[in-house]
């Protein structure tokens, strides 16, 4: 389907908006996952409150059994349309060059942690919860932070280093959609290592969003900071990880761009 679109659109006066429809076309598979998925979680619930009201009557017993079945169910479908995601996310990557990430949210797979891309409020929510699951994936935590750098080998560069050093690192970064933060989260996407995107919530915290996405992902204890030039947001995050004892690896000069 991404590839007939993409055969379609290009050479013609569309082709420069065939990026954002084949973005739209995984994003279709993502939507219908994550529908299914609050599916399952309400048919877990349901099959938590159906276990305990359990008195040995047939009634009960019935119930029990329908929800477990309709659960299977639910679970194949999850597994499905995630598939389906994750192929047609491979496709876009090969067309667009770019690794496919929702705008908002989280992108899990239940098959495998490697490149996931986690939202910071899952990974929170899971880490309070001590679930270490899909949301929450235990590793070595490497914050990475950025303005409009764009020295593609040095940031790629230092990260292989990282990783080298910490086979289990995931990514902590602040989800920008362009700069040094991209190109980390296209190194991440490249070598398989899962990501957590620490995006500001601008409607709650409106102007203060950056410096609260800051204590966030310091809260989580990354165990090292990768500064890149930026703003001051940079210069924050790298002042407050020095006050806390973490310590930062700069690439490039200081000058904010």
């Keep these: 389907m991404v590839d007939a679109i993409q055969s379609i659109f290009s050479g013609t006066r569309l082709e420069d908006e065939a990026e954002e429809v084949l973005w739209s076309v995984v994003n279709l598979f993502h939507r219908r996952l994550s529908h299914t998925q609050k599916r399952l979680d309400d048919n877990e619930?349901?099959?938590?409150?159906?276990?305990?009201?359990?008195?040995g009557s047939e009634v009960k017993s019935v119930e029990l059994e329908r929800l477990v079945a309709e659960g299977f169910s639910l679970t194949e479908c999850r597994n499905a349309f995630e598939a389906m995601r994750d192929v047609a996310a491979e496709h876009y990557r090969v067309e667009t060059g770019?690794?496919?990430?929702?705008?908002?949210?989280?992108k899990v797979s239940h098959r495998a942690l490697t490149a996931t891309v986690i939202d910071s409020r899952n990974f929170i929510s899971a880490k309070r919860r001590s679930e270490i699951e899909t949301h929450c994936p235990a590793g070595t935590r490497i914050a990475f932070?950025?303005?409009?750098?764009?020295?593609?080998?040095?940031?790629?560069?230092?990260?292989?280093?990282?990783?080298?050093?910490?086979?289990?690192?995931i990514l902590l970064h602040g989800g920008t959609p362009s700069g040094a933060e991209l190109i980390a989260a296209k190194w991440a996407d490249a070598r398989s290592v899962?990501?957590?995107?620490?995006?500001?919530d601008w409607k709650a915290n409106r102007k203060a969003a950056p410096f609260k996405r800051n204590d966030a992902l310091l809260d989580t204890m990354p165990i090292g900071v990768i500064a890149c030039p930026g703003t001051g947001i940079t210069e924050n995050l790298v002042d407050k990880a020095r006050a806390?004892?973490?310590p930062v690896k700069r690439i490039g000069n200081r000058k904010a761009s």
Excluded: C, H, N
């Design 244 to 246: 806390l004892g973490i």
């Design 98 to 106: 770019s690794a496919w990430l929702p705008r908002t949210g989280s």
């Design 45 to 55: 619930g349901r099959q938590r409150t159906a276990l305990a009201e359990q008195d």
């Design 145 to 169: 932070t950025g303005g409009d750098y764009q020295d593609y080998d040095a940031i790629w560069q230092v990260l292989d280093q990282t990783r080298e050093k910490y086979p289990d690192m």
């Design 194 to 200: 899962t990501q957590v995107a620490f995006k500001p």
